[in-house]
């Protein structure tokens, strides 16, 4: 698995999430693929037994960004009021790193708020 920060762009809707991979998202992409093929390579592996998976987005972050007004509510004003997300769309944006930590934190948090 290749974890990386792509660019902030795209769009989410009411009905759809568009998203593309940037030329920058690209270059980096094809970094990274280089550097864990040449990791496995060091092991011995072949590269005819390496083969690519699909991108994916694991923690989509910056989906559903928290002002500063609703960071002490965790309740972002788009939703409805008794509806709440505990997962990386609150954050600023992609991270690139494994933000499960922050999120496990995050979610704690909202599940303390949603039972008062």
Do not use: Q, W
């Amino acid at each position: 698995m290749i974890k990386l920060a792509d660019e902030e762009t795209g769009s989410v809707s009411s009905r759809t999430v568009d998203k593309i991979l940037t030329d920058l998202d690209r270059r980096r992409l094809d970094d990274g693929v280089a550097v864990c093929k040449e990791i496995l390579r060091r092991f011995g592996a072949r590269d005819e037994d390496m083969f690519l998976g699909t991108v994916i987005a694991g923690h989509p972050g910056g989906m559903l960004p928290l002002t500063k007004e609703e960071a002490s509510s965790f309740h972002s004003e788009r939703l409805p009021a008794n509806l709440y997300v505990a997962d990386a769309s609150l954050l600023p944006r992609s991270l690139g790193n494994p933000p499960i930590l922050t999120i496990i934190a995050m979610a704690k948090r909202i599940s303390k708020i949603c039972r008062n």
